[in-house]
């Protein structure tokens, strides 16, 4: 039974690039978390979807960021143009029900932009 | 929004006992506590729900009040093991509103 799986585990991108986050939720779930931790600080909430609908993205940056969670294949957190500013812990996190539910978490995209 | 816990840090000989708090200014749906170590995702402990309850697996648990909008982490005969960052993470109890805002976290050392 496959936890949560997050790809790739490391990316180094150049100032200006394209970032693409891959998050496969555990099997059967299909609520889905990101998650942003910068250098010893705790995590902040990005953005919550359902299987192709964005719930609540109240956390996601106006300009450069989106996610999406398509019916079929992993969801995934883009991030146009990326600045240094960026480079964090990207955690993706999957539920089987939404609200007072657990929260399984990936291993973590470490973004590093140069 | 972001809960705050307390102490953000603390060292401790093994076999201690440690309390860890976190407190809201908003009220809290449920408490989700976490720990994480350095370089890896943040794993689940427990989850407790409104109504006052408490929980607890093997030598560590937790309560939950809701009056108080507060948890706190009990960490009894503490082992090298329990070294990691806590992480509380509350939900807001709205439709629509199942993300954590985590709060800032509390570093432990456990050492020999």
């Known amino acids: 039974n496959a936890g949560v799986m997050q790809n790739p585990r490391h990316l180094v991108r150049r100032r200006g690039q394209e970032a693409r986050l891959r998050c496969s939720p555990m099997?059967?779930?299909?609520?889905v978390y990101w998650y942003r931790q910068l250098p010893e600080e705790g995590l902040k909430f990005m953005v919550y979807?359902?299987?192709?609908?964005?719930?609540?993205e109240s956390g996601m940056p106006k300009e450069r960021f989106s996610a999406e969670f398509p019916k079929e294949g992993p969801s995934i957190l883009r991030i146009q143009q990326v600045v240094r500013g960026d480079s964090a812990a990207y955690f993706c996190?999957?539920?089987?029900?939404?609200?007072?539910?657990?929260?399984?978490f990936g291993p973590g995209t470490r973004l590093t932009v140069l | 929004q972001q809960p705050v816990q307390s102490p953000q840090a603390v060292i401790l000989r093994e076999g201690e006992d440690a309390v860890i708090n976190c407190s809201s200014s908003?009220?809290?749906?449920?408490v989700h506590w976490y720990r994480q170590k350095h370089g890896e995702a943040p794993v689940f402990l427990m989850i407790?729900?409104?109504?006052?309850e408490q929980k607890g697996h093997e030598k560590i648990s937790a309560s939950f009040n809701e009056k108080k909008q507060q948890s706190s982490l009990y960490l009894t005969a503490s082992q090298l093991s329990y070294s990691g960052t806590y992480f509380c993470?509350?939900?807001?109890?709205?439709?629509?509103?199942?993300?954590?805002?985590f709060g800032t976290g509390t570093r432990l050392t456990v050492i020999p």
């Open positions: 996190a999957s539920s089987l029900l939404a609200g007072m539910n657990e929260q399984f």
């Open positions: 099997k059967g779930h299909s609520h």
């Open positions: 979807l359902q299987k192709e609908n964005i719930i609540d």
């Open positions: 908003k009220a809290l749906y449920s």
């Open positions: 407790l729900l409104k109504g006052g």
């Open positions: 993470g509350t939900e807001r109890g709205q439709t629509g509103a199942n993300n954590l805002f």
